[in-house]
């Protein structure tokens, strides 16, 4: 998901690298109906920007997942929570 994400970045001229763009991300592990399964993830992300492009970064991370192959493969399966803190320098 941090790939779709940065490509998202990039292509609104936002850079990614070195250590622009990096993500904390948690299961839940249930057993609903006696056998294990990933329930949910939690990612949040951490992204720096330049200054200026706080707005642009914004949107990107509110619809990144609608183009990520891994969301689209999950969706439905799993519950995906994105978070996010955006830091400008």
């Known amino acids: 998901m941090v790939g779709t994400l940065s490509g998202a970045l ?3 001229q936002i ?5 622009k763009v990096k ?4 299961g839940t592990i249930e057993a609903p109906e006696g056998v294990l399964k ?10 720096k920007v330049p200054a200026g492009k706080e707005e642009a ?8 997942d609608r183009g990520c192959p891994v969301a689209q493969t999950l969706k439905g ?6 978070s996010w803190e955006i830091e400008s320098y």
């Open 57 to 64: 970064a914004e949107r990107a991370l509110k619809v990144f």
């Open 77 to 82: 399966a799993v519950e995906i929570v994105h």
């Open 10 to 12: 990039e292509a609104r």
């Open 15 to 19: 850079p990614t690298s070195p250590d």
């Open 23 to 26: 993500a904390d991300v948690q």
């Open 38 to 47: 990933i329930t949910k993830i939690d990612c949040h992300y951490h992204v």
